[in-house]
C-alpha cells in the first residue's frame, strides 16, 4: 500500500456493507474517493449471505484504493417465523445461512492467537488499514497486543483501534503498550466512536476529548504531538412526514471535542443503523428523499405508503424548498433532479434513494472540508 498519512484525509466516512451504503460510495467520482478515508465495517450484505461474499463484495468496491478496514459486530437476525402456516423447511434454510454468517463473525473476533482469523482476513486487503478487534480489553489484553504485533511484524505500516462510549478503560493503558513498540504514534488511528443519535451531544463531545486525553497520559511526550484521532458521530434518524430542514448535530459535536485535541471529521455517511432482530422484512414502506446540507439535510417522507409517486413528488418539493441551494453535483443529485421532472426509472426501489442521500451526504462533507480548508470559512 502507498505510504499514507492521516493528516492528508480531512473526511473518514464510516459505511457498513448494506446494499444502499455500497451504492453510495460506489456512485462518488473518483476525485471524491479520493479525497476521503473510508472506514468499511465488514457486515452482512443482505439476508442469507456469507462472510465470504462480504469481503467479496468489499474487495470490488475499494478496489486499490487505501481504507480502514473495521468488522461490525452485530450478529445476523435470526430467521423470521411467521405466525400463520409457517414454511418450516424455508424457515431451516434461512437460519442455517445465517447461523452459517455468525460462525464466521464469532471466528474472526476469536482470541485465539492474537486474533489469527481477523488477521488473515486482513491479509485479503492488502491496501487496507486494520482496525484492532478485540470484546474485552481486560481479558484478551495478551492477545491484543500480539494481534498489534503480529500485524506489525507481517508488515502493515499503519493500524487503527476503535474506542467507543461502551468500552472499558481498560483499554488505555493497551493502547499506550501498542503506541509504545511502533517507530512512531502517527502510525495508529485512534478512532473515538460516539455513536448516533439527537441527544446528550455535550456528553458525547466530552466522552471524545476524554478518550483522548487518556490516551495521551500513556505517551511520551515526544508522541503526543503524532497522534492521529477521528471523532465519529452520527445524527440522522427518522424525520416526520412532509417537508423539512432536519439539522444535524455531528459537526457542533467534533466542534466541541476539537477544543481539547485536533479531531479528524468522521460519520456514518449520514445513514442510520439498526439492528433487526429478525429478517423480517415488512411490506410498508414510504418515499423519503433527502438533500444533504453541509450541516443538515432537506428531507421530504411522503406520506402514503407503497407509492413510488413519492420520490417525484419529494424531489420537487426539495428543489423548490426555500432551502435548496443546488450546490451538489454528483449522482444523488441527479437522480433527484430528473425525478423532478417525472423520470424515475431505473431508481424506482428505496435502495437507490437511501444510497443517493448517503452520495449525496459524503459529497457535501467533502465539499465542506475543501471550502473550510480552502479559507472560505464555515457554512
Same mark, same amino acid.
Given at each position: 500500500?502507498?505510504?499514507?498519512?492521516?493528516?492528508?484525509?480531512?473526511?473518514?466516512?464510516?459505511?457498513?456493507? *448494506?446494499?444502499?451504503?455500497?451504492?453510495?460510495?460506489?456512485?462518488?467520482?473518483?476525485?471524491?474517493?479520493?479525497?476521503?478515508?473510508?472506514?468499511?465495517?465488514?457486515?452482512?450484505?443482505?439476508?442469507?449471505?456469507?462472510?465470504?461474499?462480504?469481503?467479496?463484495?468489499?474487495?470490488?468496491?475499494?478496489?486499490?484504493?487505501?481504507?480502514?478496514?473495521?468488522?461490525?459486530?452485530?450478529?445476523? #437476525?435470526?430467521?423470521?417465523?411467521?405466525?400463520?402456516?409457517?414454511?418450516?423447511?424455508?424457515?431451516?434454510?434461512?437460519?442455517?445461512?445465517?447461523?452459517?454468517?455468525?460462525?464466521?463473525?464469532?471466528?474472526?473476533?476469536?482470541?485465539?492467537?492474537?486474533?489469527?482469523?481477523?488477521?488473515?482476513?486482513?491479509?485479503?486487503?492488502?491496501?487496507?488499514?486494520?482496525?484492532?478487534?478485540?470484546?474485552?480489553?481486560?481479558?484478551?489484553?495478551?492477545?491484543?497486543?500480539?494481534?498489534?504485533?503480529?500485524?506489525?511484524?507481517?508488515?502493515?505500516?499503519?493500524?487503527?483501534?476503535?474506542?467507543?462510549?461502551?468500552?472499558?478503560?481498560?483499554?488505555?493503558?493497551?493502547?499506550?503498550?501498542?503506541?509504545?513498540?511502533?517507530?512512531?504514534?502517527?502510525?495508529?488511528?485512534?478512532?473515538?466512536?460516539?455513536?448516533?443519535?439527537?441527544?446528550?451531544?455535550?456528553?458525547?463531545?466530552?466522552?471524545?476529548?476524554?478518550?483522548?486525553?487518556?490516551?495521551?497520559?500513556?505517551?511520551? #511526550?515526544?508522541?503526543?504531538?503524532?497522534? *492521529?484521532?477521528?471523532?465519529?458521530?452520527?445524527?440522522?434518524?427518522?424525520?416526520?412526514?412532509?417537508?423539512?430542514?432536519?439539522? *444535524?448535530?455531528?459537526?457542533?459535536?467534533?466542534?466541541?471535542?476539537?477544543?481539547?485535541? #485536533?479531531?479528524?471529521?468522521?460519520?456514518?455517511?449520514?445513514?442510520?443503523?439498526?439492528?433487526?432482530?429478525?429478517?423480517?422484512?415488512?411490506?410498508?414502506?414510504?418515499?423519503?428523499?433527502?438533500?444533504?446540507?453541509?450541516?443538515?439535510?432537506?428531507?421530504?417522507?411522503?406520506?402514503?405508503?407503497?407509492?413510488?409517486?413519492?420520490?417525484?413528488?419529494? *424531489?420537487?418539493?426539495?428543489?423548490?424548498?426555500?432551502?435548496?441551494?443546488?450546490?451538489?453535483?454528483?449522482?444523488?443529485?441527479?437522480?433527484?433532479?430528473?425525478?423532478?421532472?417525472?423520470?424515475?426509472?431505473?431508481?424506482?426501489?428505496?435502495?437507490?434513494?437511501?444510497?443517493?442521500?448517503?452520495?449525496?451526504?459524503?459529497?457535501?462533507?467533502?465539499?465542506?472540508?475543501?471550502?473550510?480548508?480552502?479559507?472560505?470559512?464555515?457554512?
Amino acid at each position: 500500500m502507498t505510504a499514507i498519512e492521516f493528516s492528508q484525509f480531512r473526511y473518514f466516512p464510516c459505511l457498513q456493507c *448494506s446494499e444502499p451504503e455500497q451504492i453510495g460510495y460506489r456512485e462518488l467520482s473518483d476525485d471524491d474517493k479520493d479525497a476521503v478515508l473510508p472506514i468499511i465495517k465488514l457486515s452482512q450484505i443482505k439476508t442469507e449471505a456469507t462472510f465470504e461474499e462480504t469481503v467479496a463484495a468489499v474487495q470490488v468496491l475499494l478496489g486499490s484504493r487505501p481504507f480502514i478496514l473495521d468488522l461490525s459486530k452485530v450478529r445476523a #437476525p435470526d430467521a423470521f417465523v411467521p405466525k400463520k402456516n409457517p414454511d418450516q423447511a424455508k424457515i431451516n434454510k434461512l437460519q442455517a445461512t445465517q447461523d452459517n454468517y455468525n460462525g464466521a463473525l464469532l471466528a474472526h473476533l476469536a482470541p485465539t492467537d492474537g486474533f489469527a482469523a481477523w488477521r488473515k482476513c486482513a491479509s485479503n486487503f492488502p491496501n487496507a488499514i486494520p482496525v484492532l478487534q478485540f470484546t474485552d480489553p481486560t481479558t484478551q489484553t495478551k492477545n491484543l497486543l500480539r494481534q498489534a504485533a503480529q500485524l506489525w511484524k507481517s508488515g502493515v505500516e499503519k493500524i487503527a483501534i476503535r474506542v467507543s462510549l461502551e468500552t472499558s478503560d481498560e483499554i488505555f493503558a493497551v493502547i499506550g503498550q501498542i503506541i509504545a513498540f511502533l517507530d512512531s504514534a502517527d502510525q495508529l488511528l485512534l478512532i473515538v466512536d460516539c455513536g448516533q443519535g439527537r441527544q446528550q451531544i455535550a456528553e458525547k463531545a466530552e466522552f471524545a476529548k476524554k478518550a483522548v486525553a487518556r490516551v495521551m497520559e500513556e505517551l511520551d #511526550p515526544s508522541d503526543i504531538l503524532n497522534l *492521529s484521532a477521528v471523532c465519529l458521530h452520527d445524527s440522522y434518524t427518522t424525520p416526520p412526514d412532509g417537508t423539512r430542514v432536519y439539522e *444535524s448535530y455531528s459537526r457542533e459535536l467534533w466542534r466541541e471535542a476539537s477544543t481539547g485535541f #485536533p479531531f479528524l471529521f468522521g460519520d456514518y455517511g449520514g445513514h442510520r443503523r439498526h439492528k433487526k432482530p429478525s429478517t423480517y422484512v415488512p411490506g410498508y414502506w414510504k418515499a423519503q428523499v433527502v438533500f444533504a446540507l453541509p450541516e443538515g439535510w432537506i428531507v421530504y417522507r411522503h406520506p402514503n405508503a407503497q407509492d413510488v409517486q413519492g420520490w417525484i413528488i419529494g *424531489s420537487k418539493a426539495i428543489i423548490g424548498s426555500d432551502n435548496f441551494d443546488d450546490g451538489l453535483d454528483c449522482w444523488g443529485s441527479d437522480i433527484m433532479k430528473a425525478a423532478a421532472q417525472g423520470q424515475l426509472d431505473p431508481y424506482g426501489s428505496a435502495r437507490y434513494w437511501h444510497g443517493a442521500k448517503i452520495n449525496m451526504h459524503m459529497r457535501r462533507q467533502i465539499q465542506y472540508a475543501d471550502d473550510t480548508a480552502a479559507g472560505a470559512g464555515e457554512y
